[in-house]
């Protein structure tokens, strides 16, 4: 495969573990497929408004928000039960030099973390996985080429986006559509200052002490299935959807990110969730009821004392903001369960 397709692969890899409605800013801040399993050939991307780059902002860790405030203080919530503590951390998986977010009170909740929790294995190897994964999936067969799959109208798009990210049209041609809106949607954020190494996972991941336990609510396959099942109608539609954004609404995802940094989660949900909901509800209850679920009965094992075995005294857990916020919020869910959260 060409080096300067495999080039713009490689920092996608980098969002699977870490984050959707349908626009491109919003696909930043939440993680993957909310389902946590690969959606079926049946799913429906739930209209217009469902881009591939905004079901990422508010369903987990794909993507990424870039640049924001110079001082940030996202969101942040703490669950307690007996001598069980939790910290719950809404992410985006991309930022700018410019931002910082890692305010002494985080920092300090991960240093006496006994494990935290991503919702994808966040190291090495997951990226190496998510990358392999990524070719295997995204390429079209030997005979096709995007530009026939997707007509000459959105290909003219592909053409002028592409040029518009200094990277060479033809170097698209073997990804399916859901991989080139990937591709040049990660492009379009690096080319505005966003890098993946100053992502929330990537950042703690790595300032964790190393005898703290990693561990993930969900897999790469998993995550990547959710993109690489969709039908390839739904993949051409949003694909069509993000190149429109990028040319139309430049600026959405610095809007969500500074959203972000303020920790305004009343304008994350009704920014980012509420028109998911309200056009896609299938797709919202996939993308985040569901998946929040089980993040919910996982967390409340955790609190019971049950962390397969291990001891369990404070507990990090990283995802995707969207996951946090509004009332099918993982924090919602707790509550409504009877346990004392404190946070927005």
């Not at 985006?92 to 919702?119: G, M, N, Q, R, Y």
């Not at 379009?188 to 703290?212: C, M, N, Y």
């Not at 019971?304 to 995802?319: A, F, T």
Request: glycine residues 8%; hydrophobic residues 45%.
């Amino acid at each position: 495969m060409d080096k300067k397709i495999a080039a713009p692969i490689s920092p996608i890899a980098k969002r699977w573990g870490r984050t959707p409605k349908g626009r491109r800013g919003r696909a930043a801040l939440a993680g993957r497929n909310a389902a946590g399993v690969a959606a079926p050939p049946s799913f429906a991307w739930g209209g217009r408004r469902q881009s591939l780059r905004l079901v990422s902002w508010i369903c987990g860790a794909l993507l990424l928000a870039a640049a924001s405030p110079a001082l940030a203080d996202p969101p942040i919530w703490h669950v307690t039960r007996g001598t069980t503590e939790i910290t719950l951390f809404g992410s985006v998986h991309l930022l700018s030099a410019d931002t910082t977010w890692l305010t002494p009170a985080l920092a300090k909740d991960l240093a006496d973390a006994d494990a935290i929790w991503f919702e994808i294995p966040i190291d090495a190897a997951g990226q190496a996985e998510a990358a392999q994964l990524a070719l295997q999936r995204g390429l079209l067969p030997a005979d096709q080429t995007l530009s026939a799959t997707v007509g000459p109208a959105v290909w003219a798009k592909v053409e002028k986006t592409a040029k518009a990210v200094h990277l060479p049209p033809q170097n698209l041609q073997r990804l399916k559509p859901w991989l080139a809106e990937l591709t040049l949607s990660v492009l379009d954020f690096q080319g505005q200052g966003a890098r993946a190494d100053l992502g929330v996972e990537q950042t703690l991941a790595k300032a964790a002490p190393p005898t703290t336990r990693r561990d993930a609510f969900e897999t790469i396959p998993e995550q990547i299935g959710f993109f690489a099942d969709a039908p390839m109608a739904d993949q051409i539609e949003s694909l069509n959807e993000t190149l429109d954004e990028i040319q139309d609404d430049p600026d959405e995802f610095k809007r969500l990110a500074a959203d972000w940094a303020r920790g305004d989660v009343k304008a994350i949900e009704v920014e980012a969730l509420g028109p998911m909901k309200r056009e896609a509800p299938d797709v919202y209850k996939r993308l985040l009821v569901d998946r929040n679920k089980r993040f919910a009965a996982r967390i409340e094992a955790m609190l019971k004392g049950d962390d397969g075995g291990r001891p369990v005294n404070h507990i990090l857990i990283v995802v995707g903001v969207g996951h946090l916020v509004g009332p099918d919020g993982v924090p919602a869910l707790l509550r409504k369960d009877g346990y004392r959260v404190q946070g927005p």
